[in-house]
């Protein structure tokens, strides 16, 4: 059973519908028993970062997804969700991240080209990283140069030990991380048709 925590941080239902049609047993939860209890967890997020962290951690589900990860339950972080992960966040302001992947999350505007459009909404390919010893598990589905969806501001840097896919918008930005069982998607799998279903379907393998 996969675990998407609710803490009052964006629609859910796409998520949910997704991970039920690659056959998934999914839940929707808040409940501390209940990420306790299931096989995996996906912490997804919109909005900006200060303020999600705020919510999680008002919730205390911080904590209980922080114990979940560090006993090896698989963790997937999405967009806002994945930033979170990271150790801080620069979006007005400076803001503490959960410290599951080293780096940091900043703003796109003045690293990639001036004339291209922030945020940064669309389609864009994957560029496989650090895969010496093979495809990280999560894309064994998919194809290198298969495209999804992104909807972001914000970018993560100084990841690079954990950088398993980037996507190029004049510069190239991050798109998926991993450290062990901790993965993140800085774009949308529920958004980006067939190829994402493939690494949701992956994800759900993961044990």
């Known amino acids: 059973m996969t675990a998407i925590v609710d803490y009052g941080v964006g629609n859910l239902f796409s998520l949910y519908s997704s991970l039920k049609m690659v056959g998934e047993n999914v839940i929707v939860t808040s409940s501390e028993e209940e990420l306790k209890s ?13 303020d999600a962290a705020l919510k999680l951690r008002e919730t205390g589900l911080d904590k209980v997804v922080i114990e979940e990860a560090q006993k090896g339950k698989p963790l997937m972080g999405i967009c806002l969700g994945m930033q979170l992960l990271f150790d801080k966040g620069f979006e007005y302001g400076e ?11 900043v703003p796109m505007k003045g690293y990639i080209d001036d004339n291209l459009q922030v945020p940064h909404i669309g389609w864009n390919a994957l560029i496989f990283k650090n895969n010496e010893n093979g495809i990280h598990p999560i894309f064994k ?67």
């Open 38 to 50: 299931a096989d995996r967890i996906i912490l997804p997020g919109v909005g900006a970062f200060g």
């Open 141 to 207: 589905y998919i194809n290198e140069g298969d495209c999804v969806y992104f909807v972001h501001s914000y970018y993560a840097t100084d990841c690079n030990e954990n950088l398993i896919a980037t996507a190029e918008y004049s510069k190239e930005l991050t798109a998926a991380v991993a450290n062990g069982n901790i993965i993140g998607c800085q774009f949308h799998p529920e958004k980006s048709g067939e190829v994402g279903m493939n690494i949701l379907k992956a994800f759900c393998e993961l044990s």
């Open 95 to 105: 803001h503490n991240g959960l410290s599951l992947i080293k780096g940091n999350v």
